[in-house]
């Protein structure tokens, strides 16, 4: 599967932005994982095939949403009240395994968007 992100970008303390992912297939689990600078990846946040389960790594949660509109191939990341290390670049990311959100090994990745957040 291909995977084409967008939606990154600058941003203030306690600002919202919200990234897209367009995906050439709908037989996945979708997930969005960052990569803050010198770390290691890390999984944000995942949804299954028909949105019925969603996947929150604890500092986002109740900040992050993940979604997804199988209509338009295409997965979400609303993000609020962002924080300075919520500063990352965001990959979207596909599991060929429809209802696994437990499994980081995501198999399928998109290209990166850079999001800042500055005080």
């Known amino acids: 599967v291909q995977l084409q992100a967008s939606g990154g970008g600058s941003v203030q303390v306690g600002g919202s932005l919200r990234l897209s992912c367009v995906a050439s297939?709908?037989?996945?689990?979708l997930g969005w994982f960052r990569q803050p600078p010198g770390k290691e990846r890390e999984y944000v946040a995942g949804?299954?095939?028909?949105?019925?389960?969603?996947y929150y790594r604890d500092s986002v949660k109740g900040r992050f949403t993940i979604s997804r509109d199988n209509s338009k191939k295409s997965v979400y990341l609303q993000m609020n009240n962002l924080k300075s290390e919520d500063t990352a670049v965001y990959y979207c990311?596909?599991?060929?395994?429809?209802?696994?959100?437990?499994?980081?090994?995501?198999?399928?990745w998109g290209q990166g968007t850079l999001v800042t957040v500055s005080s």
């Open positions: 949804i299954v095939r028909d949105g019925s389960m969603t």
């Open positions: 297939g709908i037989n996945y689990a």
């Open positions: 990311a596909a599991n060929q395994l429809p209802y696994d959100l437990e499994s980081e090994d995501f198999g399928s």
